[in-house]
């Protein structure tokens, strides 16, 4: 076996070794950035204007969202009070985004996982919003919960029947806190801006 062709066939296993090691780097990271998305939108954020619309009918009959993406380690509890909605089209022919004009009114004083849920009445502690300004975002139907009665927040996207992940199906916020958004929504219960034409209702009774 002459020198010169030895020398190729290490090159030749050297080239195939580091080859190999690029496409598992690659690979880790693909995995990494795809976990790491699963927060941000990837699940149901783009949707048909049928699925928008079957959403808003949902949203508007009550116009409180609790925010929380159950995928993360670790995410706060938000509860947001809503002045309106509207479908907003996607970079891709035929899909919506629903983005809400929202007003934060309370978030957990600490971040939650998922296997904290249920959440002992006496381990919740929320505290007012520092900020009384309302401000606009998208929404990932996965990733937000509609009042179902009671004390209960349910996933969005299962309360419409769309496939998506969850690790929390429902949340039930402290008795307080549902007093106090009874007792204290006032003008918020009354959206100002439904583009969809979404008969609004404000479904205290229960409470």
Not at 55 to 70: G, H, M
Not at 76 to 85: D, I, K
Not at 126 to 143: C, K, M, Q, S, V
Not at 154 to 180: D, F, S, W, Y
Request: hydrophobic share 40%; with cysteine.
């Amino acid at each position: 076996m002459s020198p010169v062709y030895s020398w190729c066939m290490m090159q030749l296993r050297r080239y195939v070794i580091g080859a190999r090691a690029c496409c598992a780097v690659l690979l880790v990271v693909l995995i990494v950035v795809t976990c790491a998305g699963l927060c941000k939108g990837d699940q149901l954020q783009w949707n048909t204007l049928s699925i928008c619309r079957d959403a808003a009918e949902t949203i508007a009959r009550l116009p409180v969202l609790v925010s929380f993406c159950s995928l993360a380690d670790e995410d706060y509890v938000e509860v947001w009070l809503l002045r309106g909605l509207h479908a907003t089209e996607t970079p891709t022919s035929g899909l919506y985004e629903i983005t809400v004009s929202a007003k934060g009114r309370y978030r957990s004083d600490r971040p939650f996982s998922a296997g904290d849920f249920p959440v002992p009445e006496e381990q919740w502690h929320l505290h007012e919003a520092e900020t009384h300004d309302g401000y606009a975002t998208a929404i990932d139907l996965a990733y937000v919960y509609v009042y179902i009665g009671g004390r209960s927040f349910r996933c969005l996207g299962h309360v419409l029947g769309l496939p998506c992940i969850v690790k929390v199906e429902t949340i039930q916020l402290p008795n307080h806190v549902m007093a106090e958004l009874a007792s204290g929504l006032g003008p918020w219960c009354l959206p100002s801006s439904w583009p969809l034409d979404i008969p609004v209702g404000c479904p205290w009774s229960d409470f």
